[in-house]
């Protein structure tokens, strides 16, 4: 209820009376300037401070960003003409309390006073909990960025110290200002109109802008405007918190041993960020985990952080353990991780250990920082692919062939001893180009090179090495005996079949034939180039025979 009077309307004994035995806490505070003074409080209240605070005004007996927050609902209750509710807290005997605050604006002649009436809601362990937690944010943020509050126009009401020292201007200097007073000018126009058209929809906008200090150079933040609403669901106000990101590995390092104030740094950050203990157990993963891995953070919080290495890099060490690191040197690497849908999305991750001592024992843990570079990675396969790859016919290479050969020529046993290198050159393939032009040409090269993949059923690879010259390497043949395999003699015969029956490009009719010479591992040679030295002098042999013959090295060698 509003209060107009003209006379001292209580004593300090009245006031006792009245609220001594009250279970809240009741204040009555006298407008003096800017600030509010205590005049009285009750009982309850006392135990709050470690000396009488009557007398002494808001700023001088609690800290600035709660004596802000205080004076700005007391001004609201007078600039409204009516008693207004909002909920704050305070620190009580190492307890962090969450309050409802009734604040009744007072008239007593030219005096005006605020009775506030404060309630603790507080007292489950769960909000215990969460206040523990809002008061480490509230500490943190205030250390580590800069923090303002503006009115819902945009009008700078309150900055913190750091944000102060940042800019270079004195808060006397910016409250009743906008943000114009930092204005770098690098930004478009519609840059600042998309985030006030965030902001005004009741989202919260993030960003990265380059700010300019009083001196003139300029610094970059990533920012995150949040907005505030009334109890009406309307917003009143606008809360900025900005990290310098000139200096982010100085804050970093410097908040290392805050585990509460790392997480609120990395709330904002498209990195995956996560803290393990000494075994690699998570203690802490960022809210990106679940934007980009989809994984709740109480999944994945006691886990082990190698779990989420994919499966296809379990045969690689960097996906098994924890790599071995001097306190506060980065190890680097690329892991592929797996989401929760069963995706995977490759990584740049950097490895930090550090420690430190708490309560004379030494604790050992890992930062873990993971950015996202699936695209490179394709990018990177994309041009690998390239460079082993055939750009017509979209076949293996002949850089290729000399990578696969040694390693096909390994998985040689017992039960199949031997490797069939089986050379093919289409017979007077150019005279299509030079009747037809390379457009058909190059289409009759692709199809024929589909036509020997459906010849050998895509069992075998084959390798375009040359114009018209092509390899297939077929392996586990167990049957070669006396310079004859029936494997590598249905392999031809299936190819000789398949291009019998031609095909039709731009209504021209093919039926083309090729050449073949065939070497054995490892009885015509035990090297790359010795087995398709062999091959090629007996397709060599098979050509001077006439069109679609084969040959074997073996009887080529055996002729001479």
Known sequence: ???????????????????????DYVFLMRKNNQSFVYEYINKK?????????????????????????????????????????YQDHHCLFNETLVNETTAIPIYDGETQYILATTKEISRTEEMKTSTYVLESYKKGINGAALVAMTNKDGIIEMVNHVFETTCQFDQRELIGKSFQMINSYF?????????????????????????RTKSGSFYWVDANVIPIMNENGEIEKYLTIQFDTTEKKRIIDELRNIERTFELITEYSNDLIAITDEEGYLLYSSPSHETILHYDKEELLGTYYLNLVSNDMNHSEEGKKFPIIKENAIHRTELLLKTKDGDTIWTDTCFTAAKRNRDGEEEKWFVVVSREITEKRELEDKLKFMAYHDSLTGLPNRRSFHYDFPVVIQSVNQSNPNVALIYIDGDDFKSVNDQFGHDVGDQFLSIFAEKLQESVDYQYKIYRIGGDE???????????????????????TKIQNILKKGWTIDEHCFTPTSSIGISIFPDDGITVDELLDNADQALYTAKKLGKNNFMYTNAVQSSY
Not at 1 to 22: C, H, R, V
Not at 474 to 489: K, L, M, P, T, W
């Open 1 to 23: 209820m509003l209060k107009k009077m003209t006379q001292k309307f209580i004593s300090q004994n009245q006031f006792k009376l009245l609220y001594d035995l009250a279970d």
């Open 45 to 85: 209240a006392e135990v709050i401070f470690s000396e009488s605070p009557i007398g002494l005004t808001l700023e001088q007996c609690l800290e600035e960003f709660h004596s802000k927050t205080i004076i700005n609902n007391y001004n609201r209750a007078f600039k409204e003409n009516k008693s207004i509710f």
């Open 187 to 211: 930004h478009e126009n519609e840059f600042f109109e998309e985030l006030w058209r965030t902001v005004e929809e009741g989202n919260i906008w993030r960003g990265e802008i380059r700010n």
């Open 470 to 492: 092509f390899v297939i390497i077929a392996d586990q043949i167990n049957d070669y005996r006396e310079g004859f395999s029936e494997i590598v003699q249905a392999v031809v």
